[in-house]
Nanobody, 124 residues
Framework: QVQLVESGGGLVQAGGSLSLSCAAS????????MGWFRQAPGKEREFVAA????????SYGDSVKGRFTVTGDNAKNTVYLQMNSLKPEDTAVYYC?????????????????WGQGTQVTVSS
């Protein structure tokens, strides 16, 4: 099993920045890709970004490209999501996820483990 714990959510004004962290523990060697998803009230869960531990390559959802950056720290088994130029439509619960296969996916059903989520609210 893999446990994921997110932190760093909060309230920020439009145009501001926020950084999220996701610490993984347990059988972390089985994890190839870490993902970030978000879900706003009444909406489906949306892919935000993904980070592959081997090589450090990344993938982003269209709505956050150029504004969000995902990075990882192997020594700490932690991934980060730096969010800049935030907009009110970025308001959502942000979830960290992990998958046991090395391929990127923007489909939340392909991820094996999930964190509890952290709220991000962007005021206009």
């Amino acid at each position: 099993q893999v446990q994921l714990v997110e932190s760093g959510g909060g309230l920020v004004q439009a145009g501001g920045s926020l950084s999220l962290s996701c610490a993984a523990s347990g059988r972390t060697l089985s994890v190839y890709v870490m993902g970030w998803f978000r879900q706003a009230p009444g909406k489906e869960r949306e892919f935000v970004a993904a980070f592959r531990w081997v090589g450090g390559s990344t993938s982003y959802g269209d709505s956050v490209k150029g504004r969000f950056t995902v990075t990882g720290d192997n020594a700490k088994n932690t991934v980060y999501l730096q969010m800049n130029s935030l907009k009110p439509e970025d308001t959502a619960v942000y979830y960290c996820a992990a998958k046991n296969t090395p391929f990127y996916s923007d489909n939340n059903s392909h991820y094996n483990y999930w964190g509890q989520g952290t709220q991000v609210t962007v005021s206009s």
